[in-house]
């Protein structure tokens, strides 16, 4: 097939390596000039996963209506923040029945859409959307070690074409009818894992950490069942698959920028260091707030937007989550307990 690719980011630049090695034709958009010209000429990203080749079958354009020629799929992978200006982009350049998979991870400030949503709204027909999650980082996916993810969509077909789409010897794909499931792991986990962190910048050990997690991984469950969520979807690969992955490896924004906070860094350092978006200090806003509309606690997420944008302490966060009223393990989760 020929696939567009919409984004150049790490993860951007390693679906294009995987598409190309399963022989699709990729059109490979890029924000940035100087990244289409490296991909052609050296065939490589020049800025992100610069040691991985690329195929001469991988074209990238600085030209979204370029890059979306001919495309009979498409792949976004752009930042959530960008996602509905992006969409709007690639509007007028795309067929109305071309499926589109978006593998961004957030909740969109405001509308409180999911990213699958905010391309229902752009571009209509939802039944040809899909979504991408699941513990995929960029860097082990673009060297072939072996990894999982699911994709979600309203409709079988769509999930089923792009299942076929990604899967790959190294790279198993799974479906799943839950998009809202799926969409809001991907969102909350990156959260979970900024406050996962911290635990690491301030040298807390493996108790404290599992707590974290544990208890992160409650909180998302809970919002997912006010949402209409599958509670099983948590205990997926789009759930806790994710959720262990984004809060254990080296090569996590969102950790990392938890335990910079900690050790008394900021956003905007670990920003400018990276050049890398991180996805948890935006959703910590957007899924704090949607909490309140559902009426749910989610303290973990409050406690992360607290100390990134309202000056709290990480060791007052950790203090005032310890000392909650005691509750009931698994309550406001969804699951029936006999």
Not at 80 to 90: L, N, P, Q
Request: contains cysteine; glycine residues 12%; proline residues 4%.
């Amino acid at each position: 097939m020929r696939i567009s690719v919409i984004g150049a980011g790490s993860w951007g630049t390693a679906v294009s390596w995987l598409l190309s090695g399963k022989g699709h034709e990729v059109r490979l958009w890029a924000r940035e000039p100087e990244i289409a010209d490296g991909v052609n000429c050296d065939h490589r990203n020049p800025l992100y996963l610069p040691d991985v080749p690329l195929a001469a079958s991988v074209v990238a354009s600085s030209d979204i209506g370029e890059a979306l020629e001919g495309a009979e799929a498409v792949v976004m992978v752009t930042p959530s923040m960008g996602v509905r200006t992006t969409a709007e982009a690639m509007q007028p350049h795309l067929g109305s029945d071309t499926p589109v998979v978006i593998l961004s991870k957030g909740v969109e400030n405001g509308t409180f859409m999911l990213m699958t949503e905010v391309l229902a709204d752009v571009f209509g027909n939802d039944m040809r959307i899909a979504g991408l999650s699941g513990p995929n980082h960029a860097e082990e996916v673009s060297r072939g070690i072996p990894s999982a993810t699911v994709v979600a969509s309203h409709n079988d077909a769509v999930a089923q074409l792009f299942q076929d789409v990604f899967m790959a010897p190294f790279f198993r794909v799974y479906t799943n009818t839950d998009v809202i499931g799926v969409e809001l792991c991907g969102a909350s986990k990156n959260v979970v894992a900024i406050a996962a962190g911290m635990c690491d910048g301030l040298g807390y050990g493996d108790n404290t950490k599992a707590t974290l997690m544990t208890r992160g991984l409650a909180e998302m469950t809970r919002l997912g069942a006010a949402m209409g969520a599958n509670p099983l979807t948590y205990m997926g690969l789009a759930g806790m698959g994710d959720l262990i992955v984004t809060c254990a490896s080296r090569h996590s924004r969102n950790r990392g920028l938890g335990e910079l906070i900690a050790t008394g860094g900021t956003l905007e350092e670990y920003t400018k260091r990276t050049q890398m978006v991180v996805e948890g200090a935006a959703a910590c806003v957007s899924i704090d707030e949607l909490s309140k509309r559902k009426g749910i606690e989610l303290p973990i997420t409050h406690m992360v937007r607290e100390i990134l944008y309202e000056g709290l302490s990480v060791h007052a966060a950790g203090e005032m989550l310890m000392g909650r009223e005691a509750r009931d393990e698994l309550h406001g989760m969804g699951f029936v307990v006999d």
